[in-house]
T-cell receptor, first 119, second 109 residues
Framework: GAVVSQHPSRVICKSGTSVKIECRSLDFQATTMFWYRQFPKQSLMLMATSNEGSKATYEQGVEKDKFLINHASLTLSTLTVTSAHPEDSSFYIC???????????????FGQGTRLTVV | GIQVEQSPPDLILQEGANSTLRCNFSDSVNNLQWFHQNPWGQLINLFYIPSGTKQNGRLSATTVATERYSLLYISSSQTTDSGVYFCAVGDTGGFKTIFGAGTRLFVKA
């Protein structure tokens, strides 16, 4: 299957600083990427949909000024957690999909995840 | 939005036993996937199965889209099968993948 690479896998940062997480599709072009957040023993919650060359679409309740998403190329999307607080500590996972021309969904592939700890 | 329900929420099996995990969804979907999340958090793609039946070794899956459910079968379970199994669906209105709450499986040696 296709490979999605996420970096870093683990990061610890101080409160008030910003952290950038990268998501790359290694062997296909991803017109659409997704960012999820997962708390311990819970499911994955969709945060935002990132479309190459346009603004991200955020889910209800997700602060777009806090979670900045950039999808500058067909193989790279970044999530920046700005002014991080301890409550932002979580597991963040990206997903990529190459949506066909007829706009039907295709199989989604996931990165390894990033465990963020804000101290 | 679309709702995805998985059952059972937790399952404990003796090694060698078989099991069936269920996923119900509330609306028509463009696609459906089953994942296994390992202890390190990595999501492993098991099946991409918007309809029909597929098999891969000891695992198989069936989706009946008209009745809005999917089943994941695990046969001759092994301790390495332990982890969380997620069902995720893509809604017809866009490109989102929505996850169920998962089934937490523990296989005892």
């Amino acid at each position: 299957g296709a490979v999605v690479s996420q970096h870093p896998s683990r990061v610890i940062c101080k409160s008030g600083t910003s952290v950038k997480i990268e998501c790359r599709s290694l062997d296909f072009q991803a017109t659409t990427m997704f960012w999820y957040r997962q708390f311990p023993k819970q499911s994955l919650m969709l945060m935002a949909t990132s479309n190459e060359g346009s603004k991200a679409t955020y889910e209800q309740g997700v602060e777009k000024d806090k979670f900045l998403i950039n999808h500058a190329s067909l193989t790279l999307s970044t999530l920046t957690v700005t002014s991080a607080h301890p409550e932002d500590s979580s597991f963040y996972i990206c997903s990529a999909r190459d949506v066909g021309w007829d706009r039907k969904n295709t199989e989604a592939f996931f990165g390894q995840g990033t465990r963020l700890t804000v101290v | 939005g679309i709702q995805v329900e998985q059952s059972p929420p937790d399952l404990i099996l003796q090694e060698g036993a078989n099991s069936t995990l269920r996923c119900n969804f509330s609306d028509s979907v463009n696609n459906l996937q089953w994942f296994h999340q390992n202890p390190w958090g990595q999501l492993i793609n098991l099946f991409y199965i918007p309809s029909g039946t597929k098999q891969n070794g000891r695992l198989s899956a069936t989706t009946v889209a008209t009745e809005r459910y999917s089943l994941l079968y695990i046969s001759s379970s092994q301790t390495t099968d332990s982890g969380v199994y997620f069902c995720a669906v893509g809604d017809t209105g866009g490109f989102k993948t929505i996850f169920g709450a998962g089934t937490r499986l523990f296989v005892k040696a």
